[in-house]
């Protein structure tokens, strides 16, 4: 019944912003805290994310603290790259510290790493090091192998934090390892023997 009654509120919602999004989003703020209340402010600000970016990301901080919150602000963050590749990177950079701030940093991270991989890479190390650069290194290392694998793996080579390199490192192997597999393997070859290297290398091997 709950599933139903969910569905039904989300279908409400959808056809209510597309007339009067501020008196829906009024109504939604009311609701009780749960999963009616948590789906319909995710696809208002889905919707609103076409036209008003800004005001869709602020729709998420009415999502309790926790991580689908996290979740929705990076996805936000992340489509606002496509519509405004500067207004994303700003909002992020001015956020305080904080979860929202890296969930948004790593949204924006993401996306811009597919169009100016190195350009991301500067704004990787706005992130504290840990889970959110290891969550967030994937996308800047297989999108940077795509044009300039030897200025990927010299940034990897520099990352500071050693699980995060080990991740990089195993990420670069399978990309590089994907587009040009001699050059990747001679570059596995002038590492020092490592952990991280062997992990690497049985990635490249085993792909």
Same mark, same amino acid.
């Given at each position: 019944?709950?599933?139903?009654?969910?569905?039904?509120?989300?279908?409400?919602?959808?056809?209510?912003a597309q007339?009067?999004?501020?008196?829906?989003?009024?109504?939604?703020?009311? #609701? !009780?805290? @749960?999963?009616?209340? %948590?789906? /319909?402010? *995710?696809?208002?600000?889905? $919707?609103?994310? =076409?036209? &008003? +970016?800004?005001?869709?990301?602020?729709?998420?901080?009415?999502?309790?603290?926790?991580?689908?919150?996290?979740?929705?602000?990076?996805?936000?963050?992340?489509?606002?790259?496509?519509?405004?590749?500067?207004?994303?990177?700003?909002?992020?950079?001015?956020?305080?510290?904080?979860?929202?701030?890296?969930?948004?940093?790593?949204?924006?991270?993401?996306?811009?790493?597919?169009?100016?991989?190195?350009?991301?890479?500067?704004?990787?190390?706005? #992130? !504290?090091? @840990?889970?959110?650069? %290891?969550? /967030?290194? *994937?996308?800047v290392v297989? $999108?940077?192998? =795509?044009? &300039? +694998?030897?200025?990927?793996?010299?940034?990897?080579?520099?990352?500071?934090?050693?699980?995060?390199?080990?991740?990089?490192?195993?990420?670069?192997?399978?990309?590089?390892?994907?587009i040009d597999?001699?050059?990747?393997?001679?570059?596995?070859?002038?590492?020092?023997?490592?952990?991280?290297?062997?992990?690497?290398?049985?990635?490249?091997?085993?792909?």
């Amino acid at each position: 019944m709950g599933n139903g009654r969910d569905q039904a509120t989300q279908e409400i919602v959808s056809r209510w912003a597309q007339r009067d999004f501020d008196a829906a989003l009024g109504w939604v703020r009311q #609701l !009780p805290d @749960g999963r009616g209340r %948590t789906n /319909a402010i *995710q696809q208002m600000a889905h $919707q609103r994310l =076409r036209t &008003d +970016p800004r005001t869709a990301v602020e729709l998420a901080q009415l999502i309790p603290a926790g991580q689908e919150r996290n979740n929705l602000t990076g996805a936000l963050a992340h489509g606002w790259v496509a519509v405004d590749q500067q207004g994303a990177r700003d909002w992020a950079l001015q956020l305080p510290e904080g979860e929202t701030r890296y969930a948004g940093l790593k949204g924006v991270i993401q996306a811009g790493a597919q169009h100016a991989p190195e350009g991301a890479a500067r704004l990787f190390n706005l #992130l !504290p090091p @840990g889970n959110a650069q %290891t969550q /967030a290194v *994937q996308g800047v290392v297989s $999108q940077w192998a =795509r044009t &300039d +694998p030897p200025a990927a793996a010299a940034w990897v080579a520099g990352l500071p934090d050693a699980a995060v390199q080990q991740q990089a490192l195993q990420n670069l192997a399978t990309a590089w390892g994907g587009i040009d597999p001699s050059a990747a393997g001679r570059w596995l070859q002038s590492l020092p023997p490592t952990l991280a290297r062997d992990q690497a290398v049985q990635g490249f091997v085993g792909q």
